[in-house]
């Protein structure tokens, strides 16, 4: 995101930008350093906790303020903006999730699942005006948000007619909402902002490791999370079922 007041432009506008600036990116590096310790500590401890928290408010920084300031940018605005909105619902939803008590759903909910559907409903708009204007390419990305929003608006609707969520349901409702927002996070930089990359580590596959990390690990605790218990630990024998067996 390049964010830089107009020349001439009053010292306010360009202290405001620069602060901005300065704001989304130290949100994001965080965000993503908060996020991948996050991904390794122990789910429900204190290392967990406290990343947690520091990714939940790190990527409310940094959303928060591309949120607020894509729309006006000349370049990508479609797609920071798209991805800017569709971050913060994924980590307010996420948060959520686990501030709630199991089973419950309330107005926040009600409302948020607006979010994804405005995405959906948006991405669905573009497809015939980029195809008549011949810029149907350049939408890719917002594409892409559009059916993923779309899934996660089902998944809304689901737990509101279910009346919240308890269990694995919720764990796995957090779990994947939080690791995609990691993700996007990543791509945004690993991937969007290699010219900010040093050149030895930019011609590396460094940056698409770190870049993709987020999706097989999360795939991997919602694999965990999703088996039971039983499935995850071998049956314990007892020596008189193994003197049996023999």
């Not at 708009?125 to 204007?133: F, H, I, K, R, S």
Request: hydrophobic share 50%; aromatic share 10%; with cysteine.
């Amino acid at each position: 995101m390049n964010l830089e007041a107009p020349p001439g432009a009053p010292w306010i506008l360009h202290f405001a930008a620069t602060l901005l600036l300065v704001l989304h990116i130290a949100g994001g590096a965080t965000g993503i350093l908060s996020g991948g310790v996050a991904m390794f500590a122990r789910k429900g401890g204190r290392w967990h906790t406290v990343a947690g928290t520091v990714f939940f408010v790190s990527m409310l920084t940094m959303t928060g303020v591309a949120a607020c300031t894509a729309p006006f940018l000349a370049d990508g605005r479609w797609t920071n903006t798209t991805a800017a909105v569709f971050t913060l619902y994924l980590v307010t939803t996420g948060w959520a999730t686990v501030r709630r008590r199991p089973g419950e759903a309330g107005a926040f909910e009600r409302g948020a699942v607006l979010v994804p559907l405005g995405i959906a409903a948006m991405g669905l708009g573009l497809v015939p005006w980029g195809q008549a204007t011949g810029t149907a390419d350049s939408f890719a990305t917002v594409y892409a948000f559009a059916a993923i929003a779309g899934l996660a608006a089902a998944s809304d609707l689901r737990m509101i007619r279910r009346g919240g969520v308890a269990g694995r349901d919720r764990t796995v409702r957090h779990l994947w909402r939080m690791g995609l927002a990691l993700f996007i996070a990543t791509g945004s930089f690993f991937f969007g902002q290699q010219d900010r990359i040093p050149e030895a580590i930019r011609t590396s596959i460094v940056p698409s490791i770190l870049g993709l990390a987020p999706l097989p690990l999360t795939a991997f605790w919602w694999i965990r999370t999703r088996l039971p218990r039983r499935a995850r630990r071998p049956a314990r024998v007892t020596p008189s079922e193994f003197r049996k067996a023999l």
